[in-house]
């Protein structure tokens, strides 16, 4: 059976849905209050919880267990908290890690089952999911990120790949890509042999994070300026 395919028909579909369901929640955003407000809030937690769940099941089941342990599953974990919580530290780790490390995974996926395979749906259903977690996020008003924030957030990230990397280093795994690069196309493939392309990815991390800054940035100059 032929394997998925990076910006072939299904990849292109979820991702068109993806984007038409975060327009969706930007164009509602007055709407999203009260009773509506949690139950959706509680819905995305739910879902994407649940779904992180039965696949590690799943993975069990068919011989291959996992840890947890890559990025995008901490910011799926961070995410689901926020959304239950409304915690405006979480919710800032989210926002960064959310979109930083889920829209990439969106765009290349590390992924080999097509669609309609239980792995594909699974993980577009976390990392689209994800997207549309943070996304609801900021439209309601819940996330509103600092300078401080960035380099707090990039510290984390720092942190992350700290432990992983040991973990890496004595289970012969490949968290957060430090061992070798995904068999999949990615941005990886232009930031050089490993491990320089351990330092690339450092920049571009802190790059992004600052990138996703911007808009707030730009939002509260422009509301002093109008004052």
């Known amino acids: 059976m032929r394997g998925f395919v990076t910006w072939g028909p299904d990849h292109q579909a979820v991702l ?9 929640l930007i164009l509602s955003r007055q709407r999203l ?3 509506e407000d949690r139950r959706i809030r509680r819905a995305i937690a739910a879902a994407l919880l649940g779904n992180g769940l039965i696949a590690l099941g799943i993975g069990v ?15 799926l974990m961070v995410t689901a908290w926020t959304l239950v919580s409304l915690n405006r530290s979480v919710a ?5 890690w959310g979109l930083a490390g ?12 097509p669609f309609p395979g239980y792995w594909w749906m699974t993980f577009f259903l976390g990392h689209c999911g994800v997207v549309l977690g943070v996304v609801y996020l900021t439209v309601t008003g819940r996330v509103e990120p600092t300078l401080r924030s960035v380099w707090r957030a990039w510290l984390l990230t720092n942190l992350y790949a700290a432990v992983v990397g040991l973990v890496n280093w004595r289970f012969g795994t490949n968290y957060g ?24 990815m450092e920049i571009a991390a ?3 994070l600052i990138l ?12 002093w300026r109008a004052t």
């Open 102 to 113: 889920s829209v990439q995974a969106v765009l290349t996926p590390d992924l080999h089952d």
């Open 33 to 35: 209050k009260g009773q």
């Open 61 to 75: 089941i068919q011989g291959h267990p996992r840890i947890p342990l890559q990025l995008c599953d901490l910011a």
């Open 177 to 200: 890509y430090l061992a070798h690069k995904p068999m999949q196309p990615s941005l990886l493939d232009y930031l050089g042999p490993w491990p320089y392309y351990i330092v690339g």
């Open 16 to 24: 068109l849905l993806t984007v038409a369901a975060s327009a969706a």
């Open 212 to 223: 996703l800054y911007v808009p707030f940035s730009l939002a509260r100059r422009a509301a």
């Open 92 to 96: 800032e780790l989210a926002y960064f």
């Open 206 to 208: 802190l790059l992004s």
